[in-house]
Each structure stands twice: as structure tokens, then as C-alpha cells.
């Protein structure tokens, strides 16, 4: 009697090693999205926070030599409250940073650019109204990550002290 060597697989166990690998690509693909999705979290959360401390950063600088007298903090006509501010620096340059829908717009002289457009909202207030040499600014940054997903990162300067009176 002549035994043959067993080659090949049987059917039986092709379906079983299938199942076994589907199984583990269908909970492997759940764990990549969700990976891939704290991802994007992060890095938006990133960019997010760099372009808000930037534009902070240029506010501050810009409002910090404006001439106290020469502030004027207004709501342009469809935007948020407070949402613009208007000055002269020491040099005399007209400076103006104001919210054009999701775009916050710094203007020096009529010169404009873009200091970001992922703006959901910046406000310009005075802490005290009976000491104008002082403004505060908040400043909401927002972003979609996916359709659904979003991420926002609130900043807030404090007391920025006007150095021209």
C-alpha cells in the first residue's frame, strides 16, 4: 500500500484561516481610523494653537504702541460684537484688525492681510471702562476635521497696556 504525501489545504480550513483574517482586517481598519482621527486632533489642535499665538503675538504688539486716544473698539455690520478695533500707533500709521466672517484681517495704512481664516470669533473689550490705556482681547480659532468633527482653541490676552497715552 502507497501513501501519498497530503498536499494542499482543505476547504474547511481555508474558511476558517478567511474568517480569522477578516476578522482581525475589520478590527484592525476600526483601530486605524481611530488612530488616524486622534491624529488629525492633534495636528489641527497644533496648527490651531501656533496661528492663534501668532496672531495674538502681532495684536499685541501692534495695539501695545497704538495711541490711547485714538482707540475705537466697534461691531461691523453682519459681524460679532466687538469684533473690530481701530487706532493710530506712535507713527501715526492707521491700524486696524477686524473680523471679515471666518478671516481675521490686520490692516495698516489700507494695506490688508490675512492673519488667519479659521477665525470663529475675536472680541475687542476694554477691562475697565474708566481706564481706556488697557484692552483685552479673546480670540476663538476653529477648524474642521472630518464632516461632523471640529476643534477649536480659545485664546485670551489680558490687559495688553497701551504704552502711547
Known amino acids: 500500500m502507497v501513501i501519498r504525501a497530503r498536499r494542499g489545504f482543505t476547504l474547511v480550513e481555508l474558511l476558517v484561516v478567511s474568517a480569522v ?19 488629525r486632533l492633534n495636528l489641527t489642535r497644533l496648527e490651531l494653537s501656533r496661528d492663534g499665538r501668532t496672531a495674538m503675538r502681532a495684536m499685541g504688539d501692534f495695539v501695545r504702541n497704538g495711541r490711547a486716544t485714538s482707540i475705537r473698539i466697534t461691531t ?11 487706532f493710530t500707533n506712535g507713527s501715526g500709521q492707521a491700524v486696524a484688525f ?14 490688508t492681510r490675512d492673519l488667519t481664516s479659521d477665525l470663529h470669533h475675536v472680541c475687542f473689550v476694554f477691562p475697565d471702562l474708566l481706564d481706556l490705556t488697557h484692552v483685552s482681547i479673546n480670540l476663538t480659532l476653529e477648524r474642521q476635521i472630518v464632516p ?12 495688553i497696556e497701551i504704552l502711547e497715552y
Not at 76 to 86: R, V
Not at 148 to 159: D, N, P, S
Open 76 to 86: 461691523p455690520a453682519g459681524q460679532p460684537l466687538y469684533s473690530s478695533i481701530e
Open 148 to 159: 461632523g468633527w471640529t476643534k477649536a482653541v480659545a485664546l485670551k490676552q489680558e490687559r
Open 98 to 111: 477686524f473680523q471679515r466672517d471666518r478671516r481675521l484681517v490686520m490692516s495698516v495704512n489700507g494695506n
Open 21 to 39: 483574517v477578516g476578522s482581525l482586517l475589520v478590527a484592525s481598519v476600526g483601530a486605524f481610523r481611530t488612530m488616524w482621527l486622534g491624529f
